[in-house]
């Protein structure tokens, strides 16, 4: 009984709050020198995120609604990729 009632209270508890953490938005700074993710941003998980991609790399900008989220989409110079 005892080991049902953990199964439903860690089930109510803490799958709720693991998913409200995965669906965090992910954080990024706009700045002077370019784009960059931010120090508090959800780090690790964006492994192909260089720390900042300068402005002379971001050949325009674009946006796509996926499921209700507005998502902006930076186009980055070939030369950039290769590096």
Known sequence: ???RAAVVF????CVPALVLLAMRASV???D???VRPSVGGRRGTMTSWPDLVPWHHIEGT???DVRGTRLVILYITDEFERD
Not at 10 to 13: A, D, E, K, L, S
């Open 1 to 3: 009984m005892w080991g």
């Open 10 to 13: 860690f089930g109510v508890v």
């Open 28 to 30: 990024v700074v706009v």
């Open 32 to 34: 002077a020198d370019g």
């Open 62 to 64: 674009g946006t796509n």
